[in-house]
């Protein structure tokens, strides 16, 4: 069964877990190298005693040596040897001379020993079955090519001993009580490091559609942490732009929905409370398609807008002649100009060509010269005109009509706002400048107006040449 352990532990697992591992082949080596480092002092130190004796006996020319063996050690080595064991032996293993500072009075030779030393090899070996134990040097005396003798020294392991199995306690107890405290501090670490993660948990715990500006204290934080809980900052301001946006949408579609459909819930109980001639259930009908259409257009629009406000519309970019696209328009406005009575007049329109979609960019012209023939009174004009500065387009619809208050020049590009609130319904339904607005930011460009009550309006549209 699968164990799923927080992530503080399991850092903490991970953590102590490399540490022992590292720890472990770090005490391996020091324990080995340190039991190398003295069995290679302790054998350079029997071989050089050895090598002094072997030296001296060969060229000793027939010196009694056995009768005060211990003198001649003395006088050989320059000092009377401490904590060993010497012995000269002949070629058959009999003990000639011999001298012990140890509790162990002569050295067991074994006979494999014994014939390697008399080929000339040079001995060494641990006596396991003796305690302490001892460490020897086997060396060969010649005399003209001949092994005439053998002798032994040997040194004991005790003090060496007694410092591995101190060493060896140490790095026992040593490591388990490293391995705690870091493991506890590591613990300590994690929980501490890991703190935003519980503060996300805990703000994910609090957010609902109704609290969505709950936010985690990032503070100063830059690293890892600090960055996702950034992120997830920023994550739910999303969320909360889209809730914002869908409860819009919900609140617009109810509020310009509601009016039609009471036009055409009252139209008609109106006309079923009597029998009605067929020309009268046919303007029924037709009130009621006109209703219809004006539904779709605004479920269109606040449908366009809100895929503008969450990046969900793509443009369809393409190289599009501003002067054709102008005249184009101009030509599909001008019999509403007509019905109206206001001159439509398109002049000195540069000749460029711009990046962008040439559908969107139609509709945002439109809906501004639209606009500007609702609320020109009959007699008036609509002007468009275009010039370029700076690597920029600028497109400028100017009309003199009715004219926008002060107060309201900030609230023009707002939904379903209308400036002239005396106008029925026929006016439009207030989103045409919004759409306008959104499809220029989309190009990269801007909408500006300016305006004077009586005098007229004029709506500037900057497009980048180069997007």
């Not at 204290?217 to 920023?234: C, I, K, M, P, Y």
Request: hydrophobic share 40%.
């Amino acid at each position: 069964m699968r164990i799923d352990l927080p992530i503080r532990w399991k850092l903490t697992v991970w953590y102590s877990g490399i540490l022992t591992l590292i720890l472990f082949i770090f005490s391996c080596f020091v324990y080995l190298y340190l039991k190398q480092s003295l069995e290679e002092s302790i054998d350079a130190k029997i071989k050089s005693i050895g090598d002094v004796l072997s030296s001296s006996l060969a060229d000793r020319e027939g010196m009694n040596i056995f009768g005060n063996f211990e003198r001649y050690l003395e006088n050989v080595l320059g000092r009377k040897p401490k904590g060993k064991i010497i012995q000269i032996m002949d070629r058959s293993g009999k003990i000639g001379a011999k001298t012990s500072d140890l509790e162990q009075e002569t050295l067991p030779t074994s006979l494999s020993t014994l014939e390697r030393a008399l080929r000339g090899e040079v001995v060494y070996e641990t006596l396991e079955t003796v305690s302490p134990r001892i460490r020897t040097i086997t060396i060969p005396i010649k005399e003209k090519d001949r092994v005439t003798s053998i002798v032994q020294v040997g040194t004991s392991l005790e003090e060496f001993d007694e410092t591995m199995r101190r060493l060896f306690l140490i790095l026992v107890v040593a490591i388990p009580c490293l391995v705690g405290l870091t493991g506890m501090g590591g613990f300590l670490l994690a929980r501490k490091g890991l703190k935003p993660v519980d503060e996300i948990r805990r703000a994910a715990l609090r957010i609902s559609s109704k609290n969505l500006d709950e936010r985690i204290d990032v503070g100063r934080r830059t690293d890892e942490l600090g960055r996702l809980a950034s992120t997830f900052n920023e994550m739910i301001g999303r969320l909360r732009d889209a809730f914002n946006r869908v409860n819009q949408f919900s609140s617009d579609v109810s509020h310009e929905l509601k009016t039609p459909l009471t036009i055409m819930k009252g139209e008609t109980e109106v006309a079923l409370r009597k029998d009605r001639t067929k020309e009268e259930y046919e303007a029924l009908l037709r009130s009621h398609l006109e209703e219809i259409d004006r539904m779709t257009r605004i479920v269109d629009d606040l449908l366009f807008l809100s895929k503008v406000e969450a990046r969900e519309m793509a443009l369809n970019l393409e190289r599009v002649n501003v002067r054709e696209m102008l005249l184009e328009v101009c030509g599909d406005m001008r019999i509403f100009a007509d019905k109206k009575g206001v001159e439509l007049i398109l002049r000195e329109v540069a000749e460029v060509v711009i990046l962008g979609d040439e559908l969107k960019l139609r509709r945002l012209f439109s809906n501004i010269i639209e606009n500007g023939l609702k609320y020109t009174n009959p007699g008036g004009f609509v002007e468009v005109s275009s010039t370029t500065e700076n690597g920029n387009l600028f497109v400028s619809i100017r009309d003199n009509g009715i004219g926008i208050k002060g107060e309201d020049l900030k609230y023009i590009f707002d939904r379903f706002f209308r400036a002239d609130r005396s106008r029925n319904r026929e006016t439009g339904i207030g989103l045409g400048l919004s759409i306008s607005k959104m499809v220029a930011e989309l190009h990269g460009g801007s909408i500006s107006v300016e305006s004077e009550v009586g005098k007229g309006t004029v709506f500037t549209v900057r497009l980048p040449l180069n997007p």
